[in-house]
T-cell receptor, first 115, second 116 residues
Framework: AQKITQTQPGMFVQEKEAVTLDCTYDTSDPSYGLFWYKQPSSGEMIFLIYQGSYDQQNATEGRYSLNFQKARKSANLVISASQLGDSAMYFCAMREGSGYSTLTFGKGTMLLVSP | GAGVSQSPRYKVAKRGQDVALRCDPISGHVSLFWYQQALGQGPEFLTYFQNEAQLDKSGLPSDRFFAERPEGSVSTLKIQRTQQEDSAVYLC??????????????FGSGTRLTVV
């Protein structure tokens, strides 16, 4: 089974609207971390937001918030007030365990923001 | 430096040629990772260094892939006898401490390798 599933290959949103990018994960480890990264056409992976499995509250970072539903194993990214510069690939990733572990990425969602 | 620097930015290799990809992490960052990103896919883990020690190389797809970080700073990913399936973007990431932290990975812009 895939550890990170992003079911939306592409999403379109108009400028200034909110958009939700879906991510579900699969792990049996009680300790894990969930990450969202943005990858513009320039190629670098830009860290957006992090949610730990034991965090009581949903993470927020500026216009980014993470809708963490632990029982459903989902960690959707919400971008409020979309901007043209938000157009990019978005990747959900997971780190399992509390010690050393690599990041496992989903296949990504391409977000296009139109004027 | 201010960020993770990778060179070359683009590399075209003839099938069978050896290539070397360089990663210059953020100064003082202990952990260094290499990822391979095929077209239309998410990055996949290749290998991990803590300082000069290669602690995990489980993601290297074959013995043609070799990585080193001899002085615990700059790292080189070498691919011998390149094949077309090696065509991908190779991303390097570094982290100040071990990878258990919440946001501690800084990625470079990657090297796009095309094998013809």
């Amino acid at each position: 089974a895939q550890k990170i599933t992003q079911t939306q290959p592409g999403m379109f949103v108009q400028e200034k609207e909110a958009v939700t990018l879906d991510c579900t994960y699969d792990t049996s480890d009680p300790s894990y971390g969930l990450f969202w990264y943005k990858q513009p056409s320039s190629g670098e992976m830009i860290f957006l937001i992090y949610q730990g499995s034991y965090d009581q509250q949903n993470a927020t970072e500026g216009r980014y918030s993470l809708n963490f539903q632990k029982a459903r194993k989902s960690a959707n990214l919400v971008i409020s007030a979309s901007q043209l510069g938000d157009s990019a690939m978005y990747f959900c990733a997971m780190r399992e365990g509390s010690g050393y572990s690599t990041l496992t990425f989903g296949k990504g969602t391409m977000l296009l923001v139109s004027p | 430096g201010a960020g993770v620097s990778q060179s070359p930015r683009y590399k075209v290799a003839k099938r069978g040629q050896d290539v070397a990809l360089r990663c210059d992490p953020i100064s003082g960052h202990v952990s260094l990772f290499w990822y391979q990103q095929a077209l239309g896919q998410g990055p996949e883990f290749l290998t991990y260094f803590q300082n000069e020690a290669q602690l995990d190389k489980s993601g290297l797809p074959s013995d043609r892939f070799f990585a080193e970080r001899p002085e615990g700073s700059v790292s080189t990913l070498k691919i011998q006898r390149t094949q077309q399936e090696d065509s991908a973007v190779y991303l390097c990431a570094s982290s100040l401490v071990g990878p258990g932290g919440e946001g501690g990975y800084t990625f470079g812009s990657g090297t796009r390798l095309t094998v013809v």
